[in-house]
């Protein structure tokens, strides 16, 4: 038999099974979710590692199949038998519903709803042709009379950004029979002719499609599906996609089968990319607290994180930056492998225990270290089809930032201290030394101090031109000198280590000297080599890792609580007040969740609890005010209100949920090589008034879990570690029972925490500082000029008498008025007892 002969017999066995939908199947009812009435113009975004759909809440989306955006603009319309008016059920959209394994929408009329689930699996063996398959579409219709449904969509077919695109795609229209009517497939060709693709809704026929007598003009292409309430109740219909690379004479069979066999495995499909999110759960860190939107953040964080994974076409998985609509372009969001976005994340992964991924990431850094040592900065998912003399490594992306090589070797000192993985390290002992090369011989002023010579630090433009070193890349490069001597030894190398050391102490002692400002109080953003004096969140980034940081934090710590930094929504980068200061810029004046994050954690890490909650808790409110589950890029420095362009589904915006808790507030540190971990909690006050004690559940330290249980009895908050699997762990300083007993003091304060409406300016009061004695506190707190401001008052010792100055005092809520004027007002508030 011919093999023209067998692809036919092939295409028509598969044909068939493209007319069936599925029986409906049983969907999770456990784990997180949010529920909310649809927002218009806010975005979803549905991730998964071989395919996407991103767009807006009403269900206009496009859809990827990794790397292909192979279509946008869905719309649906619903036309009821014996109801003359098209329904537009994008208009009609009433609720989106997030979990962690679908998103589901739903439109609602009085005589049809539909629900609109989207899930995106990974490649299974359970799908007998995964390569090249993507996210799922599931359409249930419940309607009161037959109605009919009609999907429309532009075909894109566009390489994700910059691989150059094939052409318009021509779509053609693939029949069960030699009807054009029946049921069957598009065919979606380019000027490719090994590039093409398939999309299919079983059961549906085609709409417009213009033939080659007719003048040129555009239809978007159209599905029609005939629903009958009788026959189809408790049915879904899957909007299948499928890319195909295969010779051109086998294409349409080859996307046939893809589709047939996607069709029928989609049960088991969902099954199984239910039970692995279910296990998943199961095994990673959660929080216990009364504050339940924490710890619903908490998880939706480590969700977002998980959720950007992609593969390669090696076959590796890395973690991409984010995802949002790419629009008119084929950029979705940044949908690409960025290396100081995922260093930035690790600490985060290393803390909700998922060291398989962390390994993976920075395997995946490792093979693209440049040939001096140097980490990547930018590696786009189509970089590996790019060919000379227009490849990825003749563009100015790869290598581009300075940062990513110092975060690569805070990073391994981070897994080594969380995971206790030697084995790892060892094997990549050379990627290590050629980082640590590359990072203390790439000096040009003579400091000894890696700079921007180099490549970026961590400003793109600058008004007043580019900087020569900013006290940003100057404090990795401190922090990464600290980590190699941890890493040299673990490896043994005892002279390396004191080098790395030694280097450590002298990079600090020049930062003090070349970038503190005495005259102000604060630090330089940059050496040019005179300082330049611009106000800027960057010297945060000192206390990464260390809780030493600077050694003159007071009035920087300050500036970064009060409102000239601190938003009501998060930080911004540079001072309200500064000459410098733009709200919409990228990099002089907007919100950063990532800036927020560092906020946070020198707050804490400096004795600063109260500022450091604000900062800490804006990130976790963020987590329900846009991308459902996700943490946005960017916002306005001026109103709440994110970037048009702020990619919703952030990496490292979620990130700066977790580190902050578990590193700031509860204080963690790991050290798995010796099973010890070390805690210096700053527990909310309110936390400890209930009789539920606080608990971290299944926190994994090297290859043990445990569950951490904090509760107060009287002026001692008592913590508890309660080994799970694995090696016990053992509290640094607790007594011989295993219990770490810490003081509290007599009276502390408690905060709320909320977001303001869309579009408002600052108006939150702000805890500037925090002066705790023996025997009292002083706060110096800002507010609004006119305005009063509450706060709660909790007793740790039943007989304390506060004494209060600045106040006023009725069943423990602090009323404070702040004076009249303009703008924010200070106001100084002393408890004694």
């Not at 439109?107 to 398959?133: C, L, N």
Request: with cysteine; hydrophobic share 40%; aromatic share 8%.
């Amino acid at each position: 038999m011919s093999s023209k002969i067998c692809l036919l017999f092939a295409l028509l066995a598969a044909l068939p099974a493209l007319a069936q939908p599925i029986p409906a199947f049983p969907l999770r009812q456990t784990g997180p979710v949010l529920r909310q009435p649809v927002q218009s113009g806010q975005p979803f975004t549905v991730a998964g590692p071989a395919g996407i759909l991103v767009g807006q809440q009403q269900g206009s989306l496009e859809a990827w199949v990794l790397p292909i955006k192979l279509l946008s603009g869905l719309s649906l319309q619903a036309d009821v038998e014996g109801y003359p008016v098209p329904l537009d059920l994008n208009s009609m959209a009433r609720e989106i519903e997030v979990r962690p394994d679908r998103t589901t929408i739903t439109y609602s009329h009085i005589a049809v709803t539909v629900r609109q689930i989207m899930f995106s699996p990974d490649w299974s063996p359970k799908d007998a042709t995964p390569a090249g398959t993507g996210p799922i579409l599931l359409f249930q219709v419940d309607s009161v009379r037959p109605v009919t449904l009609t999907l429309r969509f532009t075909p894109d077919m566009r390489p994700m950004w910059p691989k150059p695109t094939s052409g318009t795609p021509s779509a053609e229209w693939i029949p069960a029979d030699n009807t054009r009517s029946t049921t069957g497939f598009y065919a979606l060709h380019t000027d490719d002719p090994a590039l093409t693709a398939a999309v299919a809704l079983p059961g549906a026929t085609p709409g417009i499609m213009a033939p080659y007598q007719e003048r040129p003009q555009i239809h978007p292409l159209e599905l029609h599906l005939a629903i009958d309430p009788k026959r189809d109740s408790g049915k879904f219909f899957p909007l299948l996609m499928a890319v195909g690379r295969t010779p051109e004479s086998a294409q349409t069979t080859a996307l046939a089968a893809k589709l047939a066999n996607r069709n029928a495995a989609i049960p088991a499909l969902y099954a199984e990319h239910a039970q692995t999110i279910a296990d998943r759960e199961a095994t990673l860190t959660t929080l216990e607290t009364p504050d339940s939107a924490l710890n619903q953040a908490f998880l939706w964080a480590e969700t977002s994180i998980e959720q950007l994974r992609a593969h390669t076409p090696s076959g590796e998985t890395a973690l991409v930056a984010g995802y949002y609509a790419s629009g008119d372009s084929a950029r979705p969001g940044f949908g690409w492998f960025f290396g100081r976005d995922a260093l930035y994340t690790i600490p985060a992964i290393d803390s909700f225990g998922d060291f398989a991924l962390t390994r993976a990431q920075l395997s995946f850094l490792i093979a693209r270290q440049r040939s001096d040592g140097k980490i990547m900065h930018e590696f786009s998912q189509t970089a590996p089809e790019l060919r000379p003399p227009n490849d990825w490594a003749s563009m100015p992306y790869e290598y581009a930032a300075a940062d990513s090589t110092p975060l690569f070797l805070i990073a391994l000192a981070d897994y080594l201290q969380t995971s206790g993985d030697l084995t790892f390290l060892r094997a990549n002992r050379p990627a290590i030394l050629a980082a640590w090369h590359w990072e203390t011989t790439h000096d040009s002023d003579g400091d000894k101090i890696l700079d921007n010579a180099q490549g970026t630090g961590w400003v793109e433009s600058w008004p007043t031109g580019m900087p020569k070193q900013e006290i940003y890349l100057a404090s990795l490069d401190q922090q990464a000198s600290t980590a190699m001597a941890q890493l040299a030894t673990a490896l043994g190398d005892r002279t390396l280590a004191q080098a790395a050391a030694t280097r450590a102490t002298q990079i600090q002692s020049t930062l003090e000297a070349e970038y503190y400002q005495p005259a102000t109080g604060l630090y330089a953003f940059s050496h040019n080599p005179a300082p330049d004096p611009t106000r800027t969140i960057y010297p945060a980034i000192a206390w990464w890792t260390t809780p030493q940081g600077l050694a003159h934090p007071t009035t920087s710590l300050r500036q970064w609580a009060s409102h000239d930094f601190a938003t009501d929504w998060g930080t911004r980068d540079i001072a309200e007040s500064d000459p410098l200061y733009d709200p919409i810029s990228y990099h002089q004046g907007s919100v950063w969740p990532l800036f927020t994050g560092w906020a946070a954690i020198a707050q804490y890490r400096s004795g600063h609890p109260l500022a450091g909650y604000q900062a800490a808790m804006q990130n976790v409110d963020l987590t329900t005010a846009q991308d459902l589950g996700a943490v946005t890029e960017l916002l306005s420095g001026a109103f709440f209100e994110p970037f048009g362009r702020s990619t919703s589904h952030q990496l490292w915006s979620s990130a700066m949920v977790i580190t902050p808790i578990l590193r700031g507030l509860f204080g963690l540190e790991w050290d798995a090589p010796n099973h010890t971990l070390s805690l210096t909690p700053q527990l909310p006050a309110n936390w400890l008034t209930s009789e539920t004690p606080v608990q971290i559940h299944n926190l994994h330290l090297g290859p043990s879990t445990a569950d951490l249980t904090f509760h107060r009895s009287n002026t001692t908050l008592l913590t508890s570690i309660k080994t799970r699997t694995g090696p016990p762990i053992t509290l640094h300083g607790a007594s011989p029972d295993g219990t770490l007993r810490l003081p509290l003091p007599a009276i502390q304060i408690a905060l709320t925490h909320t977001l303001p409406q869309p579009g408002s300016r600052t108006s939150q009061i702000k805890v500037l500082s925090e002066t705790p004695t023996p025997h009292g506190l002083t706060l110096e707190l800002e507010g609004p000029a006119a305005t009063t401001s509450t706060l709660q008052l909790i007793q740790n010792a039943p007989r304390a008498h506060p004494q209060v100055e600045g106040a006023t005092l009725h069943n423990n809520q602090l009323t404070i008025d702040f004076p009249p004027g303009q703008g924010y007002q200070t106001k100084r508030l002393q408890l004694t007892w």
